[in-house]
């Protein structure tokens, strides 16, 4: 059983930076591929980024370049670095942890509120 929670949502203008963080209680942090993903009113949930066990990154075309995933496994905690913030931007945002060793074991946080606007 895996517990996440994110923190860190908050009204932010247009080029500026946020960042969020996702706590996991969990035994063994290694064990679970980290991911953001994001869900504007209206739309489907996107995926925004993955880190994985290893600490390799995957980010979507529309973040790349502006936004940073890291993860600490002592703290047991991925962070997702936003910089050159848009509008676009604006979405609730859910930390995902994902078991590399079973497949489709699955886990959310209950999102934080991420706001671009002047």
């Not at 500026?16 to 980290?34: E, H, P, Q, T």
Request: charged share 15%; hydrophobic share 35%.
């Amino acid at each position: 059983q895996v517990q996440l929670v994110e923190s860190g949502g908050g009204l932010v203008q247009p080029g500026g930076s946020l960042r969020l963080s996702c706590a996991a209680s969990v035994m063994f942090f290694s064990i679970y591929d980290m991911a953001w993903y994001r869900q504007a009113p209206g739309k489907e949930r996107e995926l925004v980024t993955v880190i994985t066990g290893n600490a390799s990154t995957n980010y979507a075309d529309s973040v790349k370049g502006r936004f940073t995933v890291s993860r600490d496994n002592a703290k047991k905690t991925v962070y997702l670095h936003m910089n050159s913030l848009k509008p676009d931007d604006t979405a609730v945002y859910y930390c995902n942890a994902r078991s590399r060793f079973i497949s489709g074991l699955n886990y959310w946080g209950q999102g934080t509120q991420v706001t671009v606007s002047s």
